[in-house]
Structures are given as C-alpha cells and as structure tokens.
C-alpha cells in the first residue's frame, strides 16, 4: 500500500504562483512514477504533468513553459510548481503514485485562481 497526501493549494489571483507538494509513505519503494492531475468542475479529470523514475517528464500541453513537476528522493515527496497562473487553472489537483500493481490517489487539493 502507498499512501499520498498533498498539500499546497489555495486562493490566487490571475498571474500568481503556488507550489503544491504530495508526500509518499508506505510501500514507496513500489512506485514507478508519479504525476499531477486535475479535475475542474464539469470536466473529466486530466492528467497536468507526469514524472518517471529516470527523471523524464511531460507535461499537457496547457501547462507547458508554466508548470513545473520535481522529485524529491530523499524526502518521497513530489512537487508541482504553477507560475502564471491562470483562471482556467482552478481545479482540484490530485496527486498520482503508479506501481507496478496499480495506480493510487491522494485525497485532492483545491487550487483556485480568481481576482
């Protein structure tokens, strides 16, 4: 079992920033890669950034040149960086750990970019 907690989210104006963090315990040795999605209300949950365990990243094309996903070993922790912020970025923001065995969910944080 892994367990994902995240934290970070909040209110904030249009241009803004936040950094999101999302804390593995359990089996992390299990884990493969880890990424960042989002659901925004009415909309179908979509994937914002991902991170393997080789370091290689993507991420969605909405997000590019304003995101950034970082992986702290050391500390089982990942990390989503948001710059630029903007209202279409509000959404919760949920934390995803893949194993070789299946896929797992943090509880979900909410981000909110309005003025």
């Known amino acids: 079992q892994v367990q994902l907690v995240e934290s970070g989210g909040g209110l904030v104006q249009p241009g803004g920033s936040l950094r999101l963090s999302c804390a593995a315990s359990?089996?992390?040795?299990?884990?493969?890669?880890r990424a960042w999605y989002r659901q925004a209300p009415g909309k179908e949950r979509e994937l914002v950034a991902a991170?393997?365990?080789?370091?290689?990243?993507n991420y969605a094309d909405s997000v590019k040149g304003r995101f950034t996903i970082s992986r702290d070993y050391a500390k089982n922790t990942v990390y989503l960086r948001m710059n630029s912020l903007k209202p279409e970025d509000t959404a919760v923001y949920y934390c995803?750990?893949?194993?070789?065995?299946?896929?797992?969910w943090g509880q979900g944080t909410q981000v909110t970019v309005s003025s």
């Open positions: 995803n750990a893949i194993t070789v065995i299946r896929d797992y």
């Open positions: 359990g089996n992390i040795f299990s884990i493969r890669s």
């Open positions: 991170i393997s365990s080789t370091g290689t990243t």
